[in-house]
């Protein structure tokens, strides 16, 4: 346990399927369902997204906007948590909103900013630190996907470009 907790977040999945024996996206699959957590495939980012987040906290938690159809049914929550209720307390009802909801696509006075999920691939399981990170950043209800790490990386390198120091540093 200790060695996948000190391992860089794109590192973490890696070392648990070979602590495990089993194939990664195996272990991905058990690992997000035991979280509550969605895995995301078919990753394409959110251009309406990308700017809420400095390019140094996307690469320190390898996380990445995407663009998500599907709604907030059984995916995880802000902190981390799963949510098998569409109508929790993070994000509006999804009856109040089109299915496909993206920033430049409402009307300025159907739904708030603030109030569309901002849907986040990411390497490794959230955590508080991250969450409290992406708050400073954005007041919009984060909705949390899990996704092979390779892929998560190589869409940062696209969109962000290489990182450098940490958010320690700052």
Known sequence: RQNIIEAPREKRLEILAQALARPEPEVLITLAAAAGLDVASNLETDPDARGLLPARLVHEYQLIPIRCAAEDKGQGTEDGSATTDSSSALSPPSSARPSSVSPSSVSPFAVPPSAIPLHL????????TMTEWLRTFTPRPLVWHLAVPERVHQLIIENFGVGSGSLEDS
């Open 121 to 128: 691939a990411t390497a490794w399981l959230p955590d508080r």
